[in-house]
């Protein structure tokens, strides 16, 4: 009896464990899965190589995408259209797409990180 109750609690101990992965993976690249996130009017953000519009794009991160913000560096300056907010400020952050640079205009619920 007591092997079989052992058995009972670590199945339930595995059905837990898959359930929450998978609700993980299920989550990934949104911004339920990481505080920061993508922002913008319109619709998305370019992950750069650099902190530089002229960098290369290593993908487009549509809103609500979930980043890691890892640093930050003070680069090109950026006047969002329809905005008040200039800013030289970008962040280097962590997505499904790999590592590069988000400007902080385009980043919402933004964690204090340190600079690069």
């Known amino acids: 009896m007591r092997v079989s109750t052992t058995l009972r609690a670590r199945a339930g101990l595995a059905a837990a464990a898959a359930a929450a ?7 990934a ?3 339920e899965a990481a505080g920061s996130h993508i922002s913008s009017d319109s619709g998305g953000a370019n992950l750069r190589t650099c902190a530089n519009t002229g960098c290369t794009s290593l993908g487009y991160l549509s809103n609500g995408t979930g980043v890691s913000m890892v640093c930050w560096v ?37 964690t204090s990180v340190g600079h690069c």
């Open 74 to 110: 003070d680069s090109q300056w950026v006047y969002p259209p329809n905005s008040d907010y200039a800013s030289n400020r970008w962040f280097k952050v962590n997505s499904y797409k790999g590592q590069g640079y988000v400007h902080s205009s385009l980043v919402a619920n933004q």
């Open 21 to 27: 992965l998978t609700g993980l993976f299920a989550g």
């Open 29 to 31: 690249g949104t911004a």
